[in-house]
């Protein structure tokens, strides 16, 4: 693994002539500070360790069995290979611009400042509403959770109350809270990961009671490519929920107390645990369990979990009971990273006057209150919905969203970034001059990566909506995949439409607001760090602390 790409190769020390000043420090000069500040919560030790766990959840646990009985191994790993690719091109791109401008509302600022206003509003807006219906499939899947061990004896009412009792707790305390709980729950989640890639390659070998050595069989035995370029595109979109959408570290980066070290390293070391840790898990998945199996379809619950019925059918005790634990404390993870983001992605909004700036006011403890409390309120009604009888239908509809919205977003992050490139050369700019500046890895090779594989999901959108499988084509199935979509483009062109926004001029665009200049302090740390050896940089990005 190369590390060296990090850090300039050679970098003289930098001799500092004035003290650091902590306040400048501690708070984010943002755009005038007119609607208040937020605080840079997120050390590099939150940042690395929260980077390492995020997006583990229900997608990879149990989400990956749905992708092996609808696509079949062979599909499946090019599908889960190709969105994890993604992961690079997302990051590459997005941290170019994150580093020089770390804003909180991130790409949508970008879009606004480099792009056009209609872009960011319609992108901004469906991702705000695509975040809190992820809240509300999480409480979903919290109550399935939590039924595993009470057994129908807990109402569904009282396990959305907790649910949110918990989440609500967590956004009245000071940043820090939140920062602590991402960084606890995402060691559980590392652990897990790691125990299941353990006892995954010992089942394999053949351990367990009931266990036998794995040739591949399935893959001799049972269709490799299932349901052919359809079952593919079911695959793909699976995938696309269970690596997530990267959107998170960019904006956690915005309040990181060094977002030029934290999201440098976070930008080289998720790619690597997505690509490995993802695939093995994915591969181990496809030897242990056979497409057929109707377990997997047999609900959304951890009994479908491939994982699970490799454990069953080995006759591994415990470790199921282990693993609903760790998904507990997953879920309650993404939910809280769900509401995180959509109160930050519509205080960015309401900062840049795309909806009435009154939501974009920062209380003292650096919290976006207005923004959190109607995120809040919304979140609470979805994840009611669960309890009407037909809640689930129009909760499935909001669910389309989010999928969609990660690889149309990624559109948008893509084409920032080439206006972004644009301005600064028409500017003149020498931003990738100055000390430790950091670019994208041969760029424009990340963005446009990440234009042409977000094509190919739109296009599995519709392939996965008219195809869907069993009896054939309906409307109704074929609106819930494009929704997302129809909802993006058609907010953009609304806006468009009302206001006749005009398209961001490079020789004019904002290459100053929020522009983030390294501090006295960040300078000692990217000093110390580039005269550290090969060795010790690859440990900072193994270790778990």
């Known amino acids: 693994m190369s590390i060296q790409g990090d850090l300039p190769k050679k970098q003289e020390p930098i001799e500092l002539q004035q003290p650091l000043d902590v306040q400048e420090a501690e708070i984010i000069e943002y755009n005038e500070d007119r609607n208040g500040q937020f605080h840079r919560s997120f050390s590099p030790r939150h940042v690395h360790i929260i980077s390492l766990g995020s997006n583990i959840g229900s997608g990879i646990l149990i989400g990956t069995g749905q992708a092996l009985s609808l696509a079949g191994p062979g599909n499946m790993v090019i599908a889960y290979a190709l969105v994890c690719s993604m992961v690079w091109a997302v990051l590459q791109t997005l941290s170019e611009m994150t580093i020089a401008f770390p804003t909180p509302g ?19 807006f469906a991702e705000w509403l695509a975040w809190i219906a992820t809240v509300g499939a999480e409480a979903t ?165 491939p994982f699970i019925i490799a454990l069953n059918d080995a006759g591994i005790p415990v470790l199921p009971h282990i693993m609903n634990a760790a998904m507990i404390a997953s879920v309650m993870a993404i939910s809280a990273e769900s509401i995180y983001l ?135 199935n074929f609106f819930q995949y494009i929704f997302g979509l129809l909802l993006i483009f058609g907010f953009t062109a609304i806006h468009k439409a009302i206001y006749r926004t005009p398209l961001r001029n490079p020789k004019t665009a904002d290459c100053v607001t929020g522009r983030h200049e390294l501090s006295a302090e960040e300078l000692i740390e990217l000093d110390t760090y580039s005269r550290l050896s090969r060795w010790r940089r690859f440990l900072t990005y193994v270790q778990l602390w």
């Open 342 to 476: 959509s109160s930050r992605i519509l205080r960015t909004m309401a900062h840049k006057r795309l909806i009435p700036e009154v939501f974009a006011k920062v209380d003292d403890a650096g919290r976006p209150r207005w923004a959190l409390l109607i995120t809040c309120a919304v979140a609470v009604l979805l994840t009611f919905m669960n309890l009407s009888s037909g809640g689930s239908k129009a909760f499935t509809w909001l669910i389309s969203i989010s999928s969609a919205c990660y690889f149309v977003n990624w559109i948008v992050i893509s084409i920032s970034s080439w206006q972004f490139r644009r301005a600064l050369k028409a500017q003149n700019d020498n931003l990738f001059s100055q000390p430790y500046a950091w670019k994208s890895s041969l760029w424009p090779l990340a963005p446009t990566w990440l234009f042409v594989i977000s094509l190919l999901l739109i296009a599995c959108c519709f392939i996965a909506g008219i195809n869907p499988g069993g009896d054939g084509f309906d409307a109704t």
């Open 106 to 124: 991130n790409y949508i600022d970008y879009a606004e400042r480099w792009v056009d206003s209609s872009l960011a509003f319609g992108a901004g």
């Open 141 to 305: 899947f919290f109550n399935v959770l939590i039924q595993y061990w009470a057994r129908g004896n807990l109402p569904l009412a009282a396990s959305l109350a907790i649910f949110l009792a918990v989440n609500s707790v967590l956004f009245l305390l000071p940043n820090k809270a939140f920062a602590w709980f991402e960084y606890v729950t995402s060691l559980i989640k590392i652990t897990l990961l790691l125990i299941i890639i353990t006892v995954s390659l010992a089942m394999v070998c053949g351990a367990g009671p009931r266990g036998y050595v794995h040739h591949g069989e399935y893959w001799k035995d049972l269709p490799v490519f299932k349901n052919g370029f359809t079952g593919f595109a079911h695959a793909a979109l699976l995938a696309s929920w269970a690596v997530g959408d990267q959107i998170f570290i960019g904006i956690m980066g915005g309040e990181a107390q060094s977002p030029r070290f934290s999201l440098g390293h976070a930008t080289k070391l998720v790619p690597f645990r997505v690509n490995i840790i993802y695939m093995l898990c994915v591969m181990f998945i496809t030897l242990l369990v056979p497409s057929n199996d109707d377990r997997l379809m047999g609900g959304s619950g951890v009994t479908a979990s």
